[in-house]
């Protein structure tokens, strides 16, 4: 199976020690989140732009998986049937 799936050397580096940082970061303290400490990063290195867009994104989806969640709890259905 390994032989089908292959990552260059860096970018297995890379995940591994954010892996490890999130881990070292959540046993000092459970509601640590390596992405909002790395926030400020991720911005200078992928561009505010982009990093905005994705974030409006992640907001609308969730928006939208709550807002089914309460018509499926309170019973109701789309004119489809």
């Known amino acids: 199976i390994m032989s089908y799936f292959t990552v260059p ?3 297995a580096f890379v995940a591994r020690a954010i892996s ?3 881990g070292v970061g959540k046993n000092l303290d459970a509601d640590f989140d390596f992405i909002s400490a790395a926030a400020p ?3 200078e290195i992928k561009g505010g732009e982009r990093y905005l867009q994705d974030e409006f994104q ?3 989806k969730k928006t939208l998986q709550w807002q089914g969640n309460l ?3 309170t ?3 789309s004119g489809k049937q």
């Open 9 to 11: 050397a860096e970018y």
């Open 20 to 22: 490890q940082m999130d």
């Open 41 to 43: 990063w991720i911005v």
């Open 58 to 60: 992640k907001i609308v």
């Open 71 to 73: 018509f499926k709890a």
């Open 75 to 77: 019973g109701f259905r």
